[in-house]
């Protein structure tokens, strides 16, 4: 487990911060593609470029893993297996005097689709990218140097990336 702190500054981020305190995680996921590659998907309200990891909050009741299905069928139309866990982060959010915890649970997931396909168009998923796992820190790198209102979203969405990148790579 990694504990990561994020003070999260003012703009319109601040209030999509503030709704994490109504779920109590998400799960992230490094689908590895058939090719060898790392599947990145971006939004229509993204910042131009940007692409990262797909991730889903979880619903009451719900496990890691029963999230981790339901999220890559509706974000991608992926049947996927479960590789392993690769970490799990433990969020603490200081927006002004309030403190939201939140958990990010990283999956390694593989599949066998030839291609992604978006099944719930509330995902505003707008592309997909693949990537090799050695270009995933160069990916984070990118989230990180997001300014303005995208800056810590790129912090808190960078975190991930980089754990995956550190898990599954020796030499790149």
Same mark, same amino acid.
């Given at each position: ?64 893993? !029963? *999230?981790?299905?339901?999220? /890559?069928? &509706?974000?991608?139309?992926? =049947?996927? %297996? ?28 593989? !599949? *066998?689709?030839?291609?992604? /396909?978006? &099944?719930?168009?509330?995902? =505003?998923? %707008? ?46």
């Amino acid at each position: 487990m990694r504990d990561c702190t994020i003070e999260v500054g003012d703009g319109l981020i601040r209030d999509w911060f503030s709704k994490l305190a109504n779920k109590r995680g998400e799960v992230v996921m490094v689908i590895l593609r058939p090719g060898g590659k790392v599947l990145l998907n971006t939004k229509d309200f993204y910042p131009p470029g940007v692409y990262r990891l797909p991730s889903g909050g979880m619903h009451p009741g719900e496990t890691p893993e !029963e *999230t981790l299905i339901r999220e /890559a069928q &509706e974000e991608t139309g992926f =049947r996927v %297996t479960i590789e392993r866990k690769l970490a799990e982060v433990h969020w603490t959010f200081k927006i002004a005097d309030r403190v939201v915890e939140f958990r990010s649970h990283v999956f390694l997931i593989s !599949e *066998t689709t030839a291609e992604p /396909a978006v &099944e719930d168009p509330n995902e =505003r998923i %707008t592309g997909f990218a693949e990537v090799e796992i050695c270009e995933l820190q160069d990916v984070a790198r990118r989230l990180r140097d997001l300014t303005g209102e995208w800056r810590d979203w790129g912090v808190f969405r960078a975190i991930p990336h980089e754990i995956a990148y550190r898990v599954l790579t020796t030499v790149c």
